[in-house]
């Protein structure tokens, strides 16, 4: 069930669970957005053309905070801070296996999207692709044995999933990038879904400029 857990004039920031998309195209299947459309005719308000609109997305496996903007003027302010990294995603990965040796770090890479499969990979200096993919960096730490706190820098396609896949870590729970063991390992814990969770978002307030911060609980 989305739960919302801020709403001012300017913004809204839900819980989204992993079973729902932020936006889709299918008709019969709800996501956030038509969720929050339908919660602000509700209550009165009439949504304007466009919005909410997100501006933090999640994958429909993940679960967490997802920030929408209610007004053009919050998008244009929060896209802003989104393109400059002033806004701090922060999530939760529980990995298969362990960072124990390099508990804290930064991961660097290039990633390549493949449309027609809806799949990103690592790509190298001198492999075909090299020069269409993006950079894509986070810094982690590993909390606890098997557990990260990810920093996210950039957003791309799959990022956090695609990266600690490639680093040798897939995240539990994860059927398209997951190896054998990991899956395995992912059953016999009896894991369902992906265990990758937005925590947390800090960002400034695009109407007073305060600094804010909001947090995830399941």
Request: hydrophobic letters at 35%; glycine letters at 8%; charged letters at 30%.
């Amino acid at each position: 069930m989305i739960k919302i857990i801020f709403e001012d004039d300017s913004i809204v920031v839900i819980g989204k669970p992993a079973s729902i998309a932020v936006q889709t195209k299918k008709l019969a299947e709800e996501d956030a957005e038509s969720f929050l459309r339908k919660h602000l005719k509700a209550e009165g308000a009439v949504p304007k053309d466009g919005y909410p609109a997100p501006i933090t997305r999640l994958d429909q496996p993940v679960e967490g905070l997802v920030l929408f903007a209610k007004t053009k003027e919050a998008a244009a302010n929060l896209t802003r801070q989104l393109n400059e990294h002033s806004m701090k995603k922060i999530y939760r990965a529980e990995i298969y296996g362990s960072f124990e040796s390099i508990p804290r770090g930064t991961l660097r890479d290039r990633l390549l999207k493949d449309g027609k499969t809806n799949t990103s990979r690592v790509v190298l200096p001198g492999e075909c692709g090299y020069a269409d993919g993006k950079e894509a960096s986070l810094n982690y730490e590993e909390t606890a044995p098997g557990v990260l706190r990810i920093e996210l820098i950039t957003g791309r396609h799959h990022q956090i999933r695609v990266q600690l896949a490639s680093a040798g870590h897939p995240i539990l729970g994860d059927l398209k990038y997951g190896t054998a063991e990991s899956k395995e390992e992912s059953d016999r814990r009896g894991i369902a879904r992906l265990m990758l969770t937005a925590e947390e978002l800090h960002f400034n307030h695009p109407k007073t400029g305060e600094r804010v911060k909001f947090l995830y609980a399941e």
